[in-house]
């Protein structure tokens, strides 16, 4: 997006360099207008307000139309001026959530208003229109987080809440700006304008007068319009057919399959939709996808799916209990509010291992990252970094990070990159000019006090340190499942990931099951109902498709389970406690 110009009072309509700003044929608009009103509008009206919900679809079919960030405060801009066949808005307008920008009609003209709960349906329906705009929708987020829109986070970079907030604002890919309280300028007079003092940090601030002092995440996400539980969910008479753990590949599968079944599904994620994957600059070997997706694309595409089926996801929302009630399961959230579900879906997926060197901890968050999105590539302006590990991730995260940073050294502890790399990656990797591969290397130290200088490598093989220039780290060195709440719950296997088909029957109790009259199904877990896929589960294989399949699965097998007979409790033996088994359906 360009600043908008102004030449002999006239205004000069921003072109569409992007794809973000296509322009809708007539046809179109008639298909648009069926389910719509005109409307003539006057200079100067504004047709929506930053940090206020969008109510309504807006395409201009006369006069133009400037979007301004940040109207009123200090850092007021005009970002974008369209005309006639352009249409408004972001994805936060199919997601429910708030404006990031304002718009205003510099010349008065006509446009054409759709409620945004016929054009949820219509991107949905309608092929060609509706992935002209989710495409668009899509390029105009990641434009917003470049240009730093959005909410503001005031914050130390040592402070742990500066980066729990930061770091949900990035997964949730929300637009916003971090504002260092250590070194940005502005900081100190952001400071007295809204008369906060050091220890009240961090703070969010929108509109120029919006101030949250130290946010949850989830006040957070009540600020921005990300959908919270909802009373009917919040209490014990809430009941769903189907509760889905997680919002990754995985999760957001189950969702889709379970909703387009005619399932009462929710869907919960601690964090954010989308898991590990959101993280993934591109994915190029998932299928249908053949010159390749970013992560953040494909979940966004999930999330619109599974509303348009009629799924409810609901974020920040944490799990922390799972016990049998009556013939169904309570689920607990550690906010104290509780759901009943017919099913459960596991789908919590993993969470990146940390790197153990010593003065590592004061770096996170700061230098060192556990993901490689827009938002920590754009801190390295042009500078060297390192990757470790010698999976997927890296490999991809490396080729990602190689478009901003001068340098990227892929640190590798083994000595075959073929050993865990996809080969179409491997190639790329290492035909790539500014990717340097370094295999049977490790971290040893890390330099820099307020943020990372340097790294001390060495050769596992040979024993050899050399110090590497890197002003940024990014790790990729396995993972550890979501699981530490159901320890004692359900069988895990020595590493945490939930045990299922085959390996549930090998462990599980048999007075348990003598009332379903069966085995465990291939996802189904120790317990008559619940299900894991992904990540989560032992012997899963760790890829995006694969996730997406099991996702899928567990809903077929959901369906298996209620199809059986009706709902009987069986009373465990030695220490276990009663366990639902499965319920009639007319399906």
């Excluded at 940090?201 to 959908?227: F, H, Q």
């Excluded at 970013?294 to 799916?305: C, I, K, M, P, T």
């Excluded at 009259?517 to 498709?545: I, M, N, Q």
Aim: charged share 25%; with cysteine; hydrophobic share 40%.
């Amino acid at each position: 997006m360009s600043t908008a110009e102004h030449e002999q009072g006239a205004v000069r309509e921003t072109p569409d360099r992007y794809g973000a700003f296509p322009r809708l044929t007539p046809e179109q608009l008639e298909t648009l207008g069926a389910h719509g009103e005109r409307r003539r509008t006057a200079e100067g009206e504004a047709l929506y307000r930053e940090g206020r919900p969008m109510r309504e679809f807006l395409a201009i079919l006369s006069g133009t139309v400037e979007i301004i960030h940040d109207q009123g405060g200090p850092d007021e801009r005009t970002v974008a001026v369209h005309g006639p066949g352009r249409f408004l808005g972001e994805l936060g307008l199919l997601e429910g959530q708030a404006a990031f920008d304002t718009a205003v009609m510099r010349q008065a003209g006509e446009i054409l208003a759709v409620p945004v709960e016929w054009q949820r349906t219509l991107v949905g329906r309608d092929p060609v229109l509706g992935d002209l705009i989710l495409r668009a929708y899509l390029g105009r987020r990641y434009l917003l987080i470049g240009l730093g829109a959005g909410f503001r986070i005031l914050g130390s970079c040592y402070s742990p809440d500066t980066l729990r907030l930061r770091e949900f604002a990035a997964r949730n890919r929300l637009p916003h700006r971090w504002v260092d309280l250590e070194k940005d300028k502005e900081a100190e007079a952001l400071l007295r304008r809204f008369a906060i003092r050091p220890e009240e940090t961090p703070v969010v601030l929108w509109k120029g007068d919006r101030v949250l002092r130290n946010p949850s995440n989830a006040e957070l996400a009540r600020l921005i319009g990300l959908p919270a539980p909802a009373p009917a969910l919040s209490s014990d008479s809430g009941r769903c057919d189907v509760l889905v753990v997680g919002a990754g590949p995985a999760g957001l599968a189950a969702s889709v399959y379970g909703a387009s079944d005619g399932l009462t599904t929710v869907t919960v994620d601690a964090v954010a939709t989308g898991g590990q994957a959101a993280t993934s600059s591109r994915i190029e070997n998932y299928l249908g996808f053949p010159s390749g997706i970013s992560g953040g694309e494909l979940v966004e595409r999930a999330v619109l799916q599974a509303h348009k089926f009629g799924a409810r996801l609901m974020v920040p929302a944490q799990v922390s209990g799972l016990t049998p009630q009556d013939d169904e399961y309570a689920v607990t959230f550690t906010d104290g509010s509780r759901a009943r579900a017919g099913a459960v879906v596991l789908a919590s997926g993993v969470r990146y291992r940390r790197l153990e060197v010593p003065g590592i901890d004061r770096l996170e968050g700061v230098s060192v990252y556990y993901a490689a999105t827009v938002h920590e590539a754009g801190l390295c302006r042009a500078d060297p970094v390192a990757v470790v590990g010698g999976g997927n991730s890296a490999g991809q995260a490396a080729l990602f990070l190689a478009h901003h940073a001068s340098r990227v050294h892929l640190l590798v502890r083994g000595g075959d990159l073929n050993a865990d790399m996809s080969r179409y990656l491997v190639d790329q990797v290492e035909q790539h000019p500014r990717i340097e591969v370094l295999l049977h290397t490790e971290v040893r130290e890390v330099g820099g006090q307020e943020k990372l200088e340097s790294l001390t490598v060495q050769d596992n093989a040979s024993g050899e340190r050399r110090e590497l220039r890197a002003t940024a780290l990014f790790v990729f060195i396995g993972a550890r499942p979501h699981t530490e709440w159901l320890s004692g719950v359900l069988a895990l296997d020595e590493k945490g990931f939930v045990l299922t088909g085959a390996d549930a029957r090998a462990v599980a109790d048999a007075h348990r099951w003598a009332s379903p009259g069966r085995d465990p199904l291939l996802l189904e877990t120790t317990l008559p109902g619940v299900f894991a896929a992904g990540d989560v589960r032992s012997g899963s294989v760790k890829r995006v498709a694969s996730a997406t399949g099991e996702g899928a699965m567990a809903i077929r097998l959901v369906h298996e389970h209620r199809e059986r007979r009706g709902h009987q409790v069986a009373t465990g033996s030695e220490g276990h406690q009663p366990v639902a088994g499965g319920s009639v359906s007319s399906r």
